[in-house]
């Protein structure tokens, strides 16, 4: 269920669709979003498409577990989830089909530089038998950027999906999704204090996201390759049992 949550004595977290979670210095997370075609007839747009596409580090979905230990993101096997390191690299990730993925972002202490995170998870796995696997690794990585992070600086958002009127093991596409969403944001609201921005609904045809991440400026592009004239892609926070 979709809410905009106002900041009151009843529901004292900040707003992160108001930058309430932010000091004045931090900026949120920028993201563009749209079909491909629509990025790349984007002429502004070119050069730093290119160039993330080419060099930013890849979160790979179905990756081998070798592979994964030895770059030293968090999984649970093959095909289930990743989470990637926390650094000032930039970052993407393809084939986001009825996966959902998140951006973490915050200013090292140390550095005074953007450091981030991004995960890629499939809701199949993640909100069933890896649901207690996923949350330890997700908060952990959650609590590091917090210790790491200068305070007031810590952004983050959710990204992909699937709600396509389709089923897996007797349950809805839409349901793993809306489960897949709660789950997320709710260890970043006990974690962060707040609530992520989800970007955009769910698909609702066949097709798959790429998320792009340019760590330094925090913008994020998600290019997805299937129609989106139906789509809502207003930003919007959720928390279960409450509406719009």
């Known amino acids: 269920m979709k809410i905009n949550l106002e900041k009151s004595e009843h529901n004292p977290k900040p707003n992160a669709l108001k930058r309430e979670h932010l ?5 949120p ?17 070119l050069f ?9 580090t890849d979160i790979k979905y179905g990756e081998t577990t070798k592979s994964l230990d030895e770059k030293g993101f968090k999984h649970d096997g093959e095909n289930t989830y990743i989470i990637s390191t926390i650094d000032g690299r930039d970052k993407k990730s393809e084939g986001f089909k009825t996966c959902t993925g998140c951006i973490v972002v915050g200013v090292d202490k140390n550095t005074g530089k953007n450091i981030s995170f991004l995960s890629h998870q499939d809701p199949f796995h993640f ?3 890896g649901k207690s696997a996923f949350m330890k690794d997700f908060s952990e990585s959650l609590s590091e950027i917090k210790n790491r992070s200068v305070e007031g600086s810590v952004d983050a958002i959710v990204v992909g999906g699937n709600a396509l009127g389709l089923s897996y093991k007797g349950k809805n596409y839409e349901d793993y999704y809306k489960d897949s969403i709660e789950i997320i944001s709710t260890l970043i609201e006990k974690e962060l204090g707040f609530l992520p921005v989800v970007t955009t609904e769910a698909k609702k045809y066949p097709g798959s996201d790429t998320i792009l991440f340019d760590t330094e400026h925090r913008r994020a592009y998600l290019l997805r390759n299937t129609k ?5 892609n207003t930003p919007y926070l959720f928390k279960k049992g409450q509406k719009e």
């Open 228 to 232: 989106m004239e139906d789509d809502d």
């Open 23 to 27: 000091k004045e210095e931090f900026s």
């Open 127 to 129: 909100t069933e038998e």
């Open 29 to 45: 997370i920028l993201v563009s979003v749209g079909e491909i075609k629509q990025h790349f007839s984007d002429y502004e747009s």
């Open 48 to 56: 730093p498409l290119y160039r993330l596409l080419k060099y930013a």
